[in-house]
């Protein structure tokens, strides 16, 4: 890549804050301030006290209610975000096998971790290029399906839903929520295991892992852990189970991370909801769809009805470098909107997520539009 061209951006155009990675994201300085006021008083004490419990207990219940889930379901947590819940799965809740949907990296992700495992059989793959997702299918024999509300490397969403002729008994479903998870609705019944990491919608720090559970996911969880199947401690959901049952974890979390997960969950709460913080990631992609869709330079990647509320991937032509208007961003304080590398696509790729406003989203566009009227010299007025 040749070196970006210098140009600055004029302040009044530039959004108020230059955050548009996809995870780790934004996070609310309200939330910030809030960590700062228990900082002397919440920070730095045992997690095994009354003082961080009652801090798990609102975040499991609040999310409880933010989910709208039934009374039997389950808030479990831990460490090691999403990634290691993979490993975790491959020990707690997959029998044998499991079928998993892939469309892009992070739902690749979970079926190599899989391939690998020397107690389970090879996974039963459904494969999409990017862009798309496959269709949700029937597998004979599986006992987990694996599906991605959103696909964080391209874009793509899914709709949820159990494949045709399976129910909670015979087959869990499984879904990585990691960055859908307080910015997409869902639908409790569709689904056993609603995960993810909280560096994402909920605007936290990485480093956990936190887990709708449906009775028939605990009970899945119950029965590997009477078969005696060997599992390490840091991956064995039912010890996650019984201190998560406890307000705890296995071992120490980042305090820090369940605080701020607990002040969005909260935000969302007293403002309406998941609808409402839904709501503002639909209202956010509007604006950046909407102007992707009208430039003549940039256009959507992903079409309907896959297209993601929550992570916009926008392709550029070829005579606009992506990677050159995501440098000119950087160096003017905006920052992450590259594309995912693995894609290798010439586009950006922007966060939704719920705590940006969508004011902000059109002020990046302005941004977006500036430099590249600065890139390229022919559309730009002569003096
Ligand atoms: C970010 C992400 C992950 C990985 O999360 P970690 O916290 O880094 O483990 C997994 N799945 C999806 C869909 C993601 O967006």
Redesign the pocket.
Known sequence: MSSPPQIIIPDQIKPQDGRFG??PSRVRPESVEALQAVSKTYLGTSHRRPGVREVVQSLREGLHQLFRLPDDWEILLGN??????WDAACFGLIQEQSCHFCFGE??E?FSRAVAEVPHLNQPALEVSPPGIHPEIVFHPGVDVYAL?H????TGVAMQLRRPPGTTAREALVLV?????AGGMLFDPATLDVYYF?P??CFGSD??L?LGAFSPAAIERVEQLHSSGRWVPPTLDLHIALTNSRLQQTYNTPALATIYLTLSTVEWMLENGGLSWAAGRSQASAAVVYDWAEKSDYAMPFVAEPYRSPVVATIDFTEEVAADDVAAVLRANGIVDVESYRKLGRNQLRISLFPIIDAQEEAALCDCIDYVVSQMQPSSTSQP
């Open positions: 996809s995870g090691g975000g999403a990634t290691q819940f992070f739902s992700k991605t959103n696909e964080t490397s990585d929520a990691t960055s859908a990491s560096q994402k990485g480093g892992w």
